[in-house]
């Protein structure tokens, strides 16, 4: 395989879909939906009552008691970090690389250009996760597992911008290993 190929991953689509739509009724089901980016504000607010408490107190946004906390959701997010690394040495996938195979085959190898991109994006993601007030990704799953009628519409804008954006960014499709 060369360096522009790209591996299948250990699961089909639709059994990774159907495994993660159990695991969100499962969530539904004994406590909450899941979601993830209110634990990026829960770990500013911490930082922040530790270097300026009495800010942190009178802020209108962080002095709530729900980012005042580790609760369900930061741990979550921890074990989502710890097991999706635990599961790309499980199936032999992890590899220390700073581009992936469709960067290099859109923009070029640049280590420089990969690392402003990603966290250019990362910080539009997370700022309009914010705006949201939570993350396009649990507003998806967790508006399939509880049946929303508001989450029909919201999926079909979500992939069609994000095919539109897929293929702004990436135009070009490198081989993919049978």
């Known amino acids: 395989m060369d360096d522009l190929t790209v ?3 250990p699961l089909h689509w639709w059994a ?3 495994l993660l739509g159990l695991v969100q009724v499962l969530a539904v089901g004994l406590k909450k939906p899941l979601g993830v980016s209110t634990q990026f504000v829960v770990a500013d607010a911490k930082m922040v009552s530790a270097v300026a408490p009495d800010y942190a107190e009178t802020h209108p946004l962080i002095s709530k008691e729900k980012y005042q906390k580790f609760g369900y959701g930061w741990w979550l997010d921890v074990g989502l970090v710890i097991g999706a690394f635990s599961a790309t040495i499980v199936i032999r996938r992890w590899k220390l690389q700073a ?7 859109n923009h070029g190898a640049s280590i420089l250009t990969r690392l402003i991109a990603g966290f250019c994006g990362g910080f539009l993601i997370l700022l309009g996760a914010r705006f949201a007030h939570g ?3 649990g507003q998806f799953a967790s508006g399939w597992a509880q049946l929303s009628l508001s989450v029909i519409p919201f999926t079909v804008t979500l992939f069609g911008f994000g095919m539109l954006t897929a293929y702004l960014v990436c135009p070009k499709t490198p081989v993919v290993d049978k």
């Open 7 to 9: 591996r299948r991953g």
């Open 16 to 18: 990774a879909g159907l």
């Open 99 to 105: 581009t992936t195979v469709w960067w290099r085959q």
């Open 135 to 137: 993350c396009t990704s």
